[in-house]
């Protein structure tokens, strides 16, 4: 069993280093043609949910299918609004965009 702390030669205490990955939220802000801002907020579903999220998109020859994974985004991903899949955005401006941010958000938590 690791110790939660490790003692150097000169006495310096040295703890493991810890990630808070479930406070991680962050705010995203798409501006459309017209100057709207579209604003989401995403929120860290927990290292268990992410990586089944990518195991259910996961197809049998290895390929991601978006559009099951854009659905898994918005039920678990995306807190700001009910948004349960990706005909929810049927005429929203900046889907791309949103699904790369969340990917972005998501990969710098994994």
């Known amino acids: 069993m690791a110790e939660d702390k490790t003692i150097l030669d000169d006495k310096k205490v040295v703890e493991p280093q810890k990630i808070d990955r479930l406070g991680a939220h962050e705010d995203w802000t798409f501006k459309d043609d017209n100057g709207y801002e579209w604003k989401y907020t995403f929120q860290f579903p927990g290292l268990k949910k992410a990586y089944e999220m990518i195991d259910n ?9 978006k559009s099951i994974l854009f659905d898994e985004y918005l039920q678990n991903v995306v807190v700001s609004e009910r948004l349960t899949s990706i005909d929810d955005l049927i005429d929203r401006p900046g889907v791309d965009d949103l699904f790369n941010a969340i990917d972005s958000f998501l990969g710098g938590l994994l």
């Open 57 to 65: 998109a996961t197809m049998a020859n290895g390929q991601v299918a």
